[in-house]
């Protein structure tokens, strides 16, 4: 489960830290470890699907996976449009949650299949969607409004 | 920081081995044919050939709904349900009228929690229930070592009566802090754990007795980790309440026990209400069944009450001083040799002092679903996370910890397992100095 792309994000976790501007923050826990995250997006253009992250911020708390996937969460979904983020949100959703049995497209996910391991390990798979639910629930909040 | 020695056992030795071969799920393999170490009894233990054997027997030739009918299975079902009530109550010193089953020890407590609850509300309480009142002004005293279980029935309890909570604060080393005594002439509740689940800690409940009684508190004992590894006497410690679960002591989930003083039982409102519970039922009202009874409301768990029995018979056999020699001896060597480990912190005391089989601790530089993720892939199983004590978990400033506990199946060899578990987890993680 551990591969090296991984460990690589877990140790150097890229667009780390919370920033301005956002239209939203939130913050998730895992209650079952207490692992912790604190998300800020920020949205700019468009409305609803068409609107681009600008921005996926975050302060995280917690294991290698849910480091590392919070991590690559921001190089996959920021310059995006919210339509394709959730898509690529959605594919990596079913390969963490698919018990192996998805297969998992490279060129959607690039560096996230790393996390295709995850779907082995239930008790892990939470802690792979920690970040990238994060910052679902972040974007429906600044598109009802925001939370600054 | 004083480091103790294992106690050691001369003449109180075990056959582990044998006592392995009664669990059969012992001999299975994980994880690619890697042989399980099961180090989390803390959580649930497991059963043995004998408590299945129990359970399965009942199944196949006395089952029917106990207190009920007249039939031949209905007898002899009742019977076997009382008898198991009769050797669990004599297993923690208790008189057969003060063990209430429950579904687990959540329950147990939710139920004296509920009891006041409805002693406090509005008028017409039966007058007998009136020494449960609570309201503003009142105080609850818990612990800040508690598991959840018996924090938030409090934390509820004061909510809905106005009471107000307080609790004792954690030394350094994982003791209770005693010193800062909530308890004062308010204090109507003080609700502690008998060992704590994170930190092994085992808080003199008889001086905590003492003062709740001082002030005339009642006292609520969660006994969960003391019950299934030591031997205790109910009646001796002076608790007013107490709770244990199946589960945790080789018997079957889906029972628990609370213990109450029976003068005490006898006065507590009911929780929850139905059939079995009665004495009398009119549509205007009913009249209730002395306790026990009174708090079995509807068909109670039966098989899992004979497989309870079993498991106190299963333990009695053994001796729980020699379960408690046994299971001390591991818990001395596995603080021994994890505080030897570079990196390593215990959380809780760290010697085996006044303190139970269970070991928590940190990894620097290693989040504990980590660590557990490489003792996984060996086979090793332990709790990690906050372990139902996120409160505690704060006090010491972490967010989660790695625990190993351990039951009387438990061997050296598992715990140098764990060792050497731990150092590879470090390796990977390349936190090895």
């Given at each position: 489960?551990?591969?090296?792309?991984?460990?690589?994000?877990?140790?150097?976790?890229?667009?780390?830290?919370?920033?301005?501007?956002?239209?939203?923050?939130?913050?998730?826990?895992?209650?079952?470890?207490?692992?912790?995250?604190?998300?800020?997006?920020?949205?700019?253009?468009?409305?609803?699907?068409?609107?681009?992250?600008?921005?996926?911020?975050?302060?995280?708390?917690?294991?290698?996976?849910?480091?590392?996937?919070?991590?690559?969460?921001?190089?996959?979904?920021?310059?995006?449009?919210?339509?394709?983020?959730?898509?690529?949100?959605?594919?990596?959703?079913?390969?963490?949650?698919?018990?192996?049995?998805?297969?998992?497209?490279?060129?959607?996910?690039?560096?996230?299949?790393?996390?295709?391991?995850?779907?082995?390990?239930?008790?892990?798979?939470?802690?792979?969607?920690?970040?990238?639910?994060?910052?679902?629930?972040?974007?429906?909040?600044?598109?009802?409004?925001?939370?600054? | 920081?004083?480091?103790?020695?294992?106690?050691?056992?001369?003449?109180?030795?075990?056959?582990?081995?044998?006592?392995?071969?009664?669990?059969?799920?012992?001999?299975?393999?994980?994880?690619?044919?890697?042989?399980?170490?099961?180090?989390?009894?803390?959580?649930?233990?497991?059963?043995?050939?004998?408590?299945?054997?129990?359970?399965?027997?009942?199944?196949?030739?006395?089952?029917?709904?106990?207190?009920?009918?007249?039939?031949?299975?209905?007898?002899?079902?009742?019977?076997?349900?009382?008898?198991?009530?009769?050797?669990?109550?004599?297993?923690?010193?208790?008189?057969?009228?003060?063990?209430?089953?429950?579904?687990?020890?959540?329950?147990?407590?939710?139920?004296?929690?509920?009891?006041?609850?409805n002693a406090s509300i509005g008028d017409g309480v039966d007058p007998a229930a009136e020494r449960f009142r609570l309201g503003p002004g009142d105080e609850v005293v818990t612990t800040e070592m508690e598991h959840h279980a018996n924090l938030i029935p409090w934390q509820e309890l004061c909510r809905r009566t106005g009471a107000t909570l307080r609790w004792f604060g954690i030394t350094a080393d994982g003791r209770l802090d005693l010193d800062?005594?909530?308890?004062?002439?308010?204090?109507?509740?003080?609700?502690?754990?008998?060992?704590?689940?994170?930190?092994?800690?085992?808080?003199?409940?008889?001086?905590?007795?003492?003062?709740?009684?001082?002030?005339?508190?009642?006292?609520?004992?969660?006994?969960?980790?003391?019950?299934?590894?030591?031997?205790?006497?109910?009646?001796?410690?002076?608790?007013?309440?107490?709770?244990?679960?199946?589960?945790?002591?080789?018997?079957?989930?889906?029972?628990?026990?609370?213990?109450?003083?029976?003068?005490?039982?006898?006065?507590?409102?009911?929780?929850?209400?139905?059939?079995?519970?009665?004495?009398?039922?009119?549509?205007?009202?009913?009249?209730?069944?002395?306790?026990?009874?009174?708090?079995?409301?509807?068909?109670?768990?039966?098989?899992?009450?004979?497989?309870?029995?079993?498991?106190?018979?299963?333990?009695?056999?053994?001796?729980?001083?020699?379960?408690?020699?046994?299971?001390?001896?591991?818990?001395?060597?596995?603080?021994?040799?994890?505080?030897?480990?570079?990196?390593?912190?215990?959380?809780?005391?760290?010697?085996?002092?006044?303190?139970?089989?269970?070991?928590?601790?940190?990894?620097?530089?290693?989040?504990?679903?980590?660590?557990?993720?490489?003792?996984?892939?060996?086979?090793?199983?332990?709790?990690?996370?906050?372990?139902?004590?996120?409160?505690?978990?704060?006090?010491?400033?972490?967010?989660?910890?790695?625990?190993?506990?351990?039951?009387?199946?438990?061997?050296?060899?598992?715990?140098?397992?764990?060792?050497?578990?731990?150092?590879?987890?470090?390796?990977?993680?390349?936190?090895?100095?």
């Open positions: 489960m551990y591969q090296e792309i991984i460990l690589d994000h877990y140790r150097r976790p890229h667009g780390h830290g919370l920033r301005e501007p956002f239209e939203a923050e939130v913050h998730h826990v895992n209650p079952t470890c207490g692992d912790e995250v604190t998300v800020r997006v920020h949205l700019s253009g468009g409305e609803g699907l068409d609107a681009k992250v600008e921005d996926l911020s975050y302060d995280a708390l917690g294991c290698s996976i849910s480091q590392a996937a919070t991590s690559v969460a921001h190089d996959l979904l920021v310059g995006h449009t919210v339509g394709e983020a959730f898509e690529t949100l959605d594919a990596y959703q079913a390969m963490v949650q698919g018990r192996g049995k998805v297969e998992p497209d490279e060129d959607v996910l690039d560096d996230a299949v790393a996390f295709a391991g995850v779907a082995a390990y239930p008790a892990r798979v939470k802690c792979a969607l920690l970040g990238w639910l994060a910052f679902k629930d972040a974007v429906a909040q600044a598109q009802a409004g925001g939370t600054p | 920081m004083t480091v103790l020695a294992p106690t050691t056992t001369s003449g109180a030795t075990l056959d582990v081995a044998e006592i392995r071969a009664d669990f059969p799920i012992l001999s299975r393999t994980v994880r690619d044919g890697k042989p399980l170490v099961y180090l989390d009894s803390g959580a649930t233990s497991q059963r043995p050939r004998q408590v299945l054997d129990a359970e399965r027997t009942f199944l196949e030739t006395s089952n029917a709904a106990v207190h009920r009918g007249a039939h031949a299975l209905a007898e002899e079902a009742t019977d076997a349900y009382e008898s198991a009530r009769e050797r669990i109550a004599a297993f923690v010193g208790a008189d057969i009228a003060e063990v209430v089953f429950t579904k687990n020890a959540t329950e147990a407590i939710n139920l004296v929690a509920y009891g006041m609850s800062n005594d909530p308890i004062t002439e308010r204090t109507k509740v003080v609700a502690f754990t008998h060992q704590s689940n994170v930190l092994g800690t085992v808080p003199p409940v008889e001086e905590i007795v003492r003062r709740a009684r001082a002030v005339g508190a009642y006292t609520v004992l969660d006994a969960c980790q003391s019950v299934p590894h030591a031997p205790v006497d109910l009646h001796a410690l002076g608790v007013d309440f107490a709770a244990f679960s199946g589960h945790k002591m080789l018997g079957p989930s889906g029972i628990g026990v609370l213990y109450g003083r029976h003068e005490l039982l006898e006065a507590l409102p009911p929780f929850l209400l139905g059939g079995s519970m009665i004495e009398m039922v009119r549509m205007e009202g009913a009249t209730y069944a002395p306790p026990p009874a009174r708090f079995e409301a509807g068909v109670p768990m039966t098989s899992q009450a004979i497989g309870l029995g079993a498991a106190v018979d299963y333990l009695s056999a053994i001796g729980m001083d020699r379960v408690k020699a046994h299971e001390n001896e591991l818990t001395g060597a596995a603080l021994l040799k994890l505080q030897d480990l570079p990196g390593v912190s215990i959380l809780g005391p760290r010697g085996t002092e006044a303190r139970g089989g269970a070991v928590a601790f940190s990894i620097e530089g290693v989040h504990p679903h980590d660590a557990s993720q490489v003792l996984d892939d060996s086979g090793i199983a332990v709790r990690v996370g906050h372990h139902c004590a996120w409160p505690l978990h704060r006090a010491f400033g972490v967010q989660a910890s790695i625990r190993a506990s351990f039951h009387v199946y438990n061997t050296m060899e598992e715990v140098d397992a764990l060792v050497a578990g731990v150092r590879r987890a470090q390796e990977f993680f390349g936190m090895v100095p």
